[in-house]
């Protein structure tokens, strides 16, 4: 077996990363996808059903109009509540901005470009790796800040970075 030191990847190792990059791009891209569609699918039947109320109230049977307005009624808060509850476009636009930063640090690193340029392999493979760990973190703290901003910022308070004030 050769000797290789920790700091020095071998051929094995930048393969790992690249795989690593490109499984979690393929992530992301279905996360992506996945949140457009939920937030769509959302706002379509939102739209829908908010039109049918008027539509039922012009043609609809006199006896059962007020039942049939109260369910399109409440589907309309159903729907609300649930992209409230899940955020849906927020998800999205936090996963497409996550997809975009890792496309792109991929296509910088194998392109030897920008940060890499000046590096050896070694230190480039390292970089790029760590690089995708803090695109990682940075999404992670957006995730916790989108389900609990009170908690994150305490957090980013208590490690010294300033927060920006809820709206």
């Known amino acids: 077996m050769p000797n290789s030191t920790p700091s ?3 051929a094995e190792a930048e393969a790992g990363v690249l795989a690593n990059a490109a499984a979690l791009i393929d992530e992301y891209r279905r996360s992506t996808r996945l949140y457009l569609i939920v937030y769509r699918t ?12 008027p539509t039922f109230a012009a043609v609809g049977n006199p006896d059962c109009i007020q039942s049939v307005m109260a369910i399109l009624g409440g589907l309309i808060v159903v729907f609300q509540g649930a992209q409230a509850l899940f955020r849906p476009q927020d998800v999205w636009v936090m ?7 890792l496309t792109r640090e991929r296509r910088l690193y194998t392109a030897n470009a920008g940060r890499y340029s000046k590096l050896s392999t ?4 390292n970089l790029f790796a760590e690089r995708l760990e803090e695109i990682l973190q940075e999404f992670d703290s957006r995730w916790q800040e989108l389900r609990d901003p009170r908690k994150a910022r ?5 490690k010294g970075a300033p927060m920006p004030d809820a709206k």
Do not use: N
């Not at 070694?122 to 493979?125: K, V």
């Not at 305490?154 to 208590?158: H, R």
């Open 8 to 10: 020095e990847p071998t």
């Open 95 to 101: 996963c497409r901005l996550t997809l975009s930063e």
């Open 122 to 125: 070694i230190e480039a493979t």
């Open 154 to 158: 305490e957090m980013g308070a208590s």
């Open 42 to 53: 959302l706002k379509m039947l939102e739209v829908l059903t908010a039109a049918a109320i």
